[in-house]
């Protein structure tokens, strides 16, 4: 499978400071990239060079098989943005926000309507976007950046601040979007929507890239790889760290079938432990 994108040594220089070191990873079809990192870390930089806004001071960005600074007008057309703030036509409707964007690619306007359904805004699709909640305009936001069907999506701060129905809405959506194939890149300090939606994390500190791994590698090397189960025992209450071997596993099993487990949960470190010790590093 070839990648979706490929970074190489790609590095941003201000002046003398470097915002962006040497960075290089790839993606692939229906990969979901958390990009995290403390404040000033680099992470809008590297947004903005992936998206073709922002130029390298060296290194190669390759998206679609095509380079981000030659061949920009081939990637854009492919692609889907949503930026942290609102840019939306606040006076317009929210069936004429997507209808422009429909006409700009090409997209037939019977797309609209199932995806207004599917983000529970079909019922508003006449009202001035002006009126709607914070949650609303960001439904329709990511509903404009998918409705011309781009295989990579880039997302800054996607639910940031938003109602839980809101989040949920967008959180499935984006997920069903990664099943079929898309590729999206996001960055938040939410550490449960990132959990919810990123199989692959990239932390970066300073300008570097110091860790790009599966989310699910990460939980394990920084946590303990055992699960801690509470059960009601001979003697009284115990609490044991066991580790998830077959022999293991058919106890806690027997243990619930006996009514006994108390409480069960996986000793894997969380995201947000994850990060404070990556900062730390």
């Avoid at 880039?154 to 809101?166: H, N, R």
């Avoid at 699910?216 to 790889?225: F, T």
Wanted: glycine share 6%; with cysteine; hydrophobic share 40%.
């Amino acid at each position: 499978m070839e990648p979706i994108i490929t970074v190489n040594r790609l590095t941003k220089k201000y002046g003398d400071r470097i915002a962006v070191n040497d960075i290089s990873f790839s993606l692939y079809p229906g990969q979901v990239l958390g990009l995290l990192g403390p404040n000033g870390a680099g992470k809008t930089t590297t947004m903005r060079m992936l998206m073709g806004l922002s130029q390298p001071s060296s290194g190669s960005i390759t998206i679609f098989g095509h380079d981000i600074r030659t061949d920009a007008k081939l990637i854009h057309p492919r692609i889907g943005v949503v930026f942290e703030r609102s840019n939306l036509l606040e006076n317009l409707s929210a069936y004429q926000n997507l209808a422009l964007f429909c006409r700009l690619y090409g997209t037939p306007l019977s797309e609209i309507q199932p995806l207004l359904e599917r983000m529970d805004l079909w019922s508003r699709a006449q009202e001035p976007v002006k009126n709607f909640s914070k949650g609303m305009k960001q439904r329709l936001l990511i509903s404009r950046a998918l409705i011309h069907r781009p295989p990579l999506l880039f997302l800054d701060e996607p639910a940031s601040g938003l109602d839980p129905i809101s989040a949920k809405i967008i959180w499935d959506y984006l997920k069903e979007q990664a099943a079929h194939g898309t590729t999206i890149i996001l960055t938040s300090h939410d550490m449960v929507e990132v959990d919810e939606l990123c199989d692959m994390i990239g932390f970066i500190n300073q300008g570097h890239l110091i860790t790009f791994e599966r989310t699910s590698v990460l939980k394990s090397q920084y946590g303990q790889g055992t699960i801690r189960i509470t059960y009601q025992s001979e003697q009284g209450i115990a609490v044991e760290n066991l580790e998830p071997t077959p022999e293991n596993l058919q106890r806690i099993h027997s243990l619930y079938a006996e009514k006994r487990i108390i409480n069960l949960r996986s000793m894997e470190a969380s995201l947000a432990e994850i990060f404070q010790k990556l900062c730390e590093s």
